[in-house]
């Protein structure tokens, strides 16, 4: 009887969760504000006690999940539509780099040495300093950066060059399922698709892992079957 009664807290709190998740607003795992961080970890001792001990009444802990994420919820919104409150419960975007200059008050602040804002540039592919203009570090403690100007790759704009549109690409077939809708979004068919891939040697739909089109037509190809000479490890 406690089995079935945990797996039904496990499904009901999974449950629970998934929908307050969605319902407050998506975040990335890893660069979450403070206080959704704090939030976590109460969320996960809350409901880690609820599934591990099937006599734990299971209501209180429901209601402690809603009033957390409630409490979360409540305090974003709140952080949004003042920024005066935001920046005494959080931890606000400061300049830690101005005009190629460590501000050093600022490093001290956040408790960021020079050792730790060189490996933060290191992880955005930059070795030399002399390179940075700007260098921010955000609410999630990452380090946003912006290149000096001789620095910054050259774009088309730069050189006055014109460019075409370039859209999203669409899936035509994914695990040999072929997507219908894509299709007739495009005014292809079947028919058409069949022909594109015996141009890569595959005959028929279930042969073919992940196909693709995008804007300029071009179709990408990956077969079901894999290479004989498959890379399994990187030495």
Same mark, same amino acid.
């Given at each position: ?64 999940? !809603?009033? +957390?994420? /409630?409490?979360? &919820? ?9 920024? @005066? ?86 899936? !035509?077939? +994914?695990? /040999?399922?072929? &997507? ?9 068919? @079947? ?45």
């Amino acid at each position: 009887m406690d089995y079935l009664k945990i797996t039904f807290r496990v499904f009901f709190i999974m449950g629970l969760l998934l929908f307050l998740v969605l319902t407050t607003g998506r975040r990335k795992i890893g660069e979450l504000p403070v206080f959704d961080f704090l939030a976590i970890i109460i969320l996960g001792n809350v409901v880690g006690a609820d599934i591990a001990d099937p006599k734990v009444p299971q209501l209180p802990t429901a209601y402690a999940i !809603l009033l +957390i994420v /409630g409490i979360q &919820y409540l305090l974003s919104r709140y952080t949004i539509k003042s920024r @005066k409150f935001g920046r005494k419960v959080t931890f606000s975007p400061t300049v830690v780099i101005q005009n190629g200059q460590f501000i050093k008050s600022n490093m001290k602040k956040l408790k960021y040495s020079v050792d730790n804002i060189q490996m933060y540039l290191r992880e955005k592919g930059i070795f030399d300093i002399n390179e940075v203009e700007f260098a921010i570090v955000e609410d999630s403690g990452n380090v946003s950066v912006m290149k000096k100007s001789q620095f910054q790759p050259l774009t088309p704009y730069d050189m006055n060059i014109t460019t075409n549109y370039k859209g999203i690409s669409l899936p !035509l077939i +994914i695990d /040999g399922s072929v &997507y219908e809708n894509n299709l007739t979004k495009l005014n292809l068919d @079947k028919v058409w698709l069949q022909a594109q891939l015996k141009l890569n040697a595959i005959t028929s739909f279930d042969e073919a892992f992940y196909v693709d089109i995008n804007t300029q037509g071009k179709l990408y190809v990956s077969k079901v079957a894999e290479p004989k000479d498959i890379i399994r490890d990187f030495v």
